[in-house]
Each structure stands twice: as structure tokens, then as C-alpha cells.
């Protein structure tokens, strides 16, 4: 599955009051659209559609990090103009989020993509809970059922050739992208929003979610440590950090004897108090003989998401005098993002020697530690 995200930020955000349009506006020191892209670091390739006039602008903020796309008259037009970049491309699904949400959590973002794999569409959205009147002159004029209406958020995601279709067969003026898929027939599936994915509309909801951002530098902020040592054997390669790098002797282990994967898995569930991987994996089970890796970093980065928290950045160190591991650190580190779902420049992976001290320098095996950040949602 290949992820991208449009991030629409093409208004003026008139009703947000004076000065700048609202995406461009501090928060907390920051441009509420760079706290936006922020939150979907490591999700996919992240398109984010500006006003013609903004360009320049998201030029000198976005340059380099993000596609910039031009948008159109209106927010479906811009839409299109974001989607039609990506025709001819490998990505499979699409996330269409609003500049102006730039608190939506990551378990809002892994619900619609999950979603997705059921069927074509599906967005988060909140359940209305107060009363619901109408109006006129001031006054009261009657009342309206609110079961079955839902609060409308972002980001809606769908499979990209449905949606693409869709919004070309679409006459335009629709409210969102549901409306849009639904008018294809589209069935869209619902998932549980978030109050902190507020859109800010009014003056008064900088304030608001300026607060809600102060308050999430306070949250639960876990650090774990793992070190993990494999002996050399006899083979052609060694798997490092789901690497394959040539080498005259293999790693002696129970799986693939990946000792960086290892001690990077070791150091999240650290970090969760959740002990280390012959705990979820005991080697006395021969199911694991000989398995990748992989398998045990993706539990345990499931693991962290499940008890609520995200992986901010993580640190490999192998430590061997040969082979050489630079040559080989990117993709390395490529690797490890992909599998945990996150921005390459969250991950580290870097080499040195013990200067032909231990059983390292005398090279008999390959020793690794790994650090990582878990920041609770």
C-alpha cells in the first residue's frame, strides 16, 4: 500500500478574522500548516495545495520537504489539481486532509487507514451530542432529531483511483470529499474522531489550540535502551537493519540473527516496561527459527501504538570492524522508517569499531545499541 496526503491550505480563512490566512498564522510559534505537516510525518508522500498567490511562501517554508501544488477556485478544484499530480504513480490510497487541522492525532490517521483496507472510503467523524434547535428572529423556532449525525472531520481517505474518478465525474460545490465519493456511490465508512481535531475557524480557536499544543509537550515522554550481540558463523552475508550485506562469514541466531533490528526492538519495549523479545518471542519456540526480524520490530512498534503512544526518532550503533557499514547506513535507515512507519530523517543508523579491542575488535561477532523516544498521544 502506497500512501499519499493532500493537505488542503489554498483558503483565504476569512472568518478567522484579521491579518494573515489562518494556515500561515503562528501557533505557538509555529505556522499552524507546519504543524499540520508535522502530523503526518512517515504516513506517505505529503502533497499540501496553496493558494497561487502562496506559492513563493510555501516555497520558503515547505521547500524540499513537500510537493507544492497550485490550487483552484475553490476547495474541490483544488482537490482535483492535487489528485491529478499523482495520476501515473504507484500510490493506492489518499488522505485528504484540512491546512486548518493541525492537531489531528495519529490514531485518528492509522483508524481511516485501516479502515481502507475494508473498503473504499472512510473518514473520522464525532457523534453530535448537544441539542439541536432551529432558528429565526432570535428565537426558538423548533428542534431536530440528532441521532445518526455525525460532526465531520479530516483526513477522509479513499482508494485513489475511486476517488480520482469520482471527483472528475463530480459537477463541483460539494462540502467535502465524502460528498464527493458518496455522489459516486461510494460507501463510506466511518471511524472515531477526536475533539483536539479541531478545525480552526473563528479568532477564538487559535487560543484553544494553542492550549491543546501546550499541553501536549507536557504528555508521557518514555526513553528505552536495547543491546543485542550475534557471533559470527559460517556464510556469504549478514542482515543488518533488514539490510543484506555481503560478507565472508554470516550471524550466528535463532531468526535471522538481525542484531541492529534486534536491539532497536529491544529498545521499544523498553521503553513500554514490556521487556525484551524472547518475552513475546521465546526461542524455545520453533515457529521463530530462522524468521525475519521485521516481524519483531512491526509487533513491537504495534505494541506502542496500541498503548497510545508514537515513536518520536530512534538511534542505531553497530558495532564491528568488519563489514563496513557505511556504505550501507541509508538504506539501512530506509528500511527501519519503512517498517515503523516513519520520516527518514526520524531514524539513525551509524557504525563503529572497539579499535580491535573485545570480541568485536577481534572480530568475532557484531554488538549493536539502539535508543528510542516514545511520545504518548
Known amino acids: 500500500m502506497s500512501v499519499a496526503v493532500i493537505i488542503v491550505a489554498a483558503g483565504r480563512g476569512t472568518r478567522a478574522g484579521d491579518g494573515a490566512p489562518k494556515q500561515w498564522r503562528l501557533l505557538n510559534g509555529q505556522a499552524v500548516l507546519l504543524h499540520t505537516v508535522a502530523a503526518f510525518a512517515g504516513v506517505g508522500r505529503i502533497l499540501v495545495v496553496l493558494h497561487p498567490e502562496d506559492m513563493a511562501r510555501g516555497m520558503a517554508l515547505l521547500g524540499g520537504t513537500v510537493t507544492l501544488v497550485a490550487g483552484g477556485a475553490d476547495r474541490a478544484a483544488s482537490v482535483r489539481a492535487a489528485l491529478d499530480c499523482l495520476e501515473g504513480s504507484d500510490v493506492t490510497r489518499v488522505l485528504i486532509h484540512d491546512g486548518a487541522r493541525p492537531l489531528v492525532p495519529a490514531g485518528v490517521i492509522q483508524a481511516v487507514l485501516a479502515a481502507l483496507e475494508e473498503g473504499p472510503a ?5 457523534a453530535v451530542t448537544d441539542a439541536l434547535w432551529t432558528g429565526a428572529d432570535g428565537l426558538v423556532s423548533g428542534t431536530r432529531d440528532r441521532s445518526g449525525l455525525y460532526r465531520a472531520q479530516t483526513p477522509q481517505g479513499f482508494h485513489f483511483p475511486a476517488i480520482l474518478a469520482a471527483h472528475r465525474a463530480h459537477p463541483g460545490g460539494a462540502a467535502d470529499d465524502v460528498e464527493v465519493a458518496r455522489a459516486a456511490g461510494l460507501p463510506v465508512r466511518i471511524v472515531p474522531g ?27 515522554i518514555r526513553t528505552g535502551n536495547g543491546y543485542d550481540v550475534h557471533a559470527f558463523t559460517e556464510g556469504d552475508h549478514v542482515v543488518l537493519c533488514g539490510v543484506k550485506v555481503p560478507h565472508e562469514r554470516g550471524l550466528l541466531g535463532h531468526s535471522d540473527a538481525d542484531v541492529g533490528m534486534h536491539a532497536l526492538t529491544d529498545a521499544i519495549y523498553g521503553a513500554l516496561a514490556e521487556g ?20 519483531f520490530l512491526d509487533h513491537a512498534v504495534k505494541l506502542a501504538q496500541a498503548k497510545g503512544y508514537r515513536i518520536s526518532n530512534c538511534d542505531v550503533t553497530l558495532v564491528c570492524e568488519q563489514p563496513k557499514i557505511g556504505p550501507h547506513a541509508l538504506d539501512m535507515g530506509g528500511e527501519l522508517a519503512r517498517i515503523m512507519g516513519l520520516a527518514a530523517d526520524r531514524v539513525s543508523v551509524k557504525a563503529t569499531t572497539s579499535e580491535r579491542l573485545g570480541f568485536t575488535g577481534r572480530e568475532e561477532g557484531i554488538a549493536a545499541l539502539a535508543t528510542v523516544t516514545l511520545i504518548a498521544e
Do not use: V
Open 276 to 295: 525484551d523479545i524472547g518475552r513475546h518471542f521465546p526461542p524455545s519456540d520453533p515457529q521463530w527459527k530462522g524468521a525475519a526480524s521485521w516481524i
Open 122 to 126: 472512510a473518514a473520522p467523524a464525532l
Open 194 to 220: 477526536h475533539e483536539d481535531n479541531l478545525k480552526i475557524t473563528w479568532p477564538e480557536d487559535f487560543a484553544r489550540a494553542g492550549a491543546i499544543a501546550r499541553e501536549r509537550t507536557k504528555m508521557d
